[in-house]
């Protein structure tokens, strides 16, 4: 379907022979390996005898950015990738059980015989972990498809099996750990292996959600905004239960001085009418049978009782055992918290997710799966979902800042994808909050895992929805923030419309790694494509300035899990695209009594045959903007919407949306082809 991600350098050989040879090499390098433990175990062997491992080392592990070698104590992850078996046909298999006219269309493997035909095989896994452990590592991770380990230990000891020095380095406003110069193996270990991944840059992944009133990391802060206030404004807006309910006078914008509030956070009964599935709901179709995975860092304490308050409040069912459940680790086995955003900051993310899928598809399954952390952790998390099928499909509201990690790891976790797709499993993944990540990274590209060709990316839109439940206006999500101050002149914006303050937006854009995939040929404009893989495929609602109404206990203490009382928030960002998404496909499936699997290659099929069956999202004939008053600083602002960085929305496919905003009408015709 598409080229991998570029191997400069590489040097291990590609497997193409038979099984049997196969499995052959494997008796001798695991005799071999069993042989030589003793004199492993005593260090690395001399240079002459390893191989390096191309892609291993992040771009951002310069001179420059050097701060030092690392402590020889500190605690470092890493990960070790296997090759599969069988990588042309794993890929062919994703394809042809994805592409609409295959023979082998909507035909997946079940996991055990995907495992067995493509997955690195035990013997291979056995001989890695043993000579890590050999080596003085501890091994934390080892799925049952044997596509990866992931290990710990000593800064000095990983540095030492590796081959290599670990510094620390400044990137994107932190100190992280990566690798000096290329790591390398021992050549019988790293001919069994694709790349190893010991750079602290994964724990950069982070939850893709945004609240009323934040600002992500990369835009500009509010200090720097130009002071003109003399005193309070009376603006002080009053948030709207629906679009249109409250207005607020402001200083004259887009040729009026009158505009409508902010989302106080829509409910679960206006989503679902606005989605076009409320009629459903009357007639049995609510998720029944559907499993929808969640994969996040860490758990929620208070999930359960949090999401059953919550839907009382809303008149709406509880969770059940039927409807709920979930594989956590205890917080003893949590790993990296700082890094990580710690357990409360994940905790919002798992409530969200939870709390919108339950809001569309009350009946489904929801089974929530935690990683001890947002490196390893989360590779492990899609792992036990993947090898047991433990769904059909599953979303993930997290992302890497761009695509700025290892190709090593990229790949590895490309895998997964896969493996995915040759299951029937169907893998959403939210665009990302930061538009084009120009701010952070100087240049423009996507977020990954969201750029996989392998995986369905959901972009964000704003959405209002009116009394009736209907959607009044739908366009792009990009927020730019204008304060309104008080000044001797009146009521006045801080800076010229539409401001300086970038309130988050959906990510998007042309990959700088992936290939274009055969099915985005024709639809994405060559402008925007120039061959490459660009993202989103689809977009939900994410505007947190209309926002979906959650209700959580905060965690209090990040030591003990302590938490606050419970209270109503309001959320947004591809955090919640993703899984509106991911829940509004369970109601499609059960209704077509079909099963999507990876979606992207019917997607594009049934646009290709009826545009219309997405909902094109364009740019307004005229702004639209939004009355804001921050609950905490007490503070005025006009949100003007649809400004996301270089990414605009367009007639047709764009980087903001992708082929447009879901809706049951048009996804049910995606799953009748």
């Known amino acids: 379907m598409q080229r991998r991600p570029p191997t400069p350098g590489r040097t291990e050989p590609r497997r193409t022979g038979t099984r049997t040879t196969r499995t052959a090499l494997v008796a001798l390098t695991t005799v071999a390996c069993t042989i030589g433990a003793v004199a492993l175990a005593a260090g690395p062997a001399d240079a002459a005898t390893r191989r390096t491992l191309p892609d291993s080392v992040p771009t951002w592990a310069t001179s420059t950015n050097d701060t030092g070698t690392v402590d020889a104590s500190t605690d470092v992850e890493g990960e070790v990738y296997l090759p599969l078996q069988d990588q042309h046909g794993a890929e062919a298999l994703a394809t042809a059980v994805s592409t609409p006219g295959n023979a082998r269309y909507r035909k997946p493997l079940s996991p055990k015989a995907w495992i067995a035909e493509y997955a690195p095989t035990k013997a291979d896994a056995d001989a890695v972990t043993g000579y890590l452990r050999a080596q003085g590592l501890t091994i934390t991770a080892v799925p049952a498809s044997h596509e990866f380990v992931v290990f710990r230990g000593p800064a000095s000891v990983v540095g030492s099996v590796l081959g290599t020095t670990l510094h620390s380095y400044r990137h994107a406003g932190h100190t992280l750990v990566a690798p000096a110069s290329a790591p390398s193996l021992p050549s019988s270990i790293a001919g069994l292996v694709s790349g190893v991944s010991v750079d602290q840059g994964r724990l950069l992944t982070h939850p893709e959600l945004v609240q009323q009133g934040e600002t992500p990391a990369t835009s500009t802060p509010a200090h720097t905004l130009r002071q003109q206030a003399t005193g309070p404004t009376g603006i002080q807006a009053q948030c709207s239960a629906y679009d249109g309910q409250h207005t607020a006078t402001v200083p004259a914008a887009y040729g009026k001085t009158t505009v409508d509030t902010f989302a106080c956070g829509y409910v679960p009964k206006q989503i679902r009418s606005a989605y076009g599935v409320d009629t459903l709901h009357a007639h049995g179709i609510r998720g029944e049978g559907q499993t929808v995975a969640i994969i996040d860092a860490y758990a929620s304490p208070t999930i359960v009782s949090d999401t059953n308050t919550y839907s009382a409040q809303n008149g709406e069912p509880g969770l059940t055992s039927a409807t709920f459940a979930q594989r956590v680790p205890s917080p003893s086995q949590y790993t990296d918290q700082a890094l990580c955003q710690q357990p409360s900051g994940w905790q919002g993310e798992e409530t969200l997710d939870v709390q919108s899928v339950h809001a569309v598809a009350p009946a489904a399954k929801i089974l929530y799966v935690g990683g001890t952390n947002c490196g390893g952790g989360l590779d492990v998390a899609m792992s036990k979902v993947l090898d047991k099928g433990l769904a059909h499909l599953v979303s993930n509201s997290y992302g890497d800042v761009g695509e700025n990690v290892p190709l090593s790891s990229i790949r590895g976790q490309e895998n997964l994808h896969i493996q995915a797709a040759g299951e029937g499993i169907g893998l959403y993944f939210s665009s990302g909050d930061n538009g084009d990540e120009s701010a952070a990274l100087g240049s423009a590209q996507p977020d990954f895992p969201a750029s996989s060709p392998w995986v369905t990316a959901v972009g964000g839109t704003s959405l209002g929805i009116g009394a009736n439940g209907r959607k009044t206006f739908e366009t792009g999500w990009g927020d730019v923030l204008d304060q309104i101050v008080s000044s001797d002149r009146g009521d006045v914006y801080a800076a010229p419309l539409p401001g300086n303050l970038v309130g988050g937006g959906a990510g998007g854009g042309q990959s700088t790694l992936f290939d274009q995939p055969a099915y985005q040929k024709g639809v994405v404009p060559s402008s925007l494509a120039n061959g490459k893989r660009v993202s989103p495929d689809l977009a939900a609602l994410a505007?947190?300035?209309?926002?979906?109404?959650?209700?959580?206990?905060?965690?209090?203490?990040?030591?003990?899990?302590?938490?606050?009382?419970?209270?109503?928030?309001?959320?947004?960002?591809?955090?919640?695209?993703?899984?509106?998404?991911?829940?509004?496909?369970?109601?499609?499936?059960?209704?077509?009594?079909?099963?999507?699997?990876?979606?992207?290659?019917t997607l594009y099929a049934t646009y290709r045959a009826t545009p219309k069956a997405f909902n094109d999202v364009t740019s307004p004939a005229s702004p639209i903007a939004l009355a804001y008053t921050s609950a905490t600083s007490g503070k005025d602002y006009l949100v003007t919407l649809d400004h996301d960085t270089s990414l605009t929305t367009a007639k047709g496919y764009d980087d903001v949306t992708g082929l447009g905003s879901v809706s049951f009408t048009g996804l049910a015709q995606v799953a009748r082809r």
């Open 543 to 601: 505007d947190p300035y209309t926002g979906f109404a959650i209700g959580i206990s905060p965690i209090t203490d990040d030591s003990s899990l302590a938490t606050g009382d419970f209270v109503n928030e309001t959320y947004g960002g591809t955090s919640l695209a993703s899984p509106l998404t991911a829940a509004l496909m369970a109601i499609v499936q059960q209704s077509t009594h079909t099963r999507l699997g990876f979606a992207n290659p």
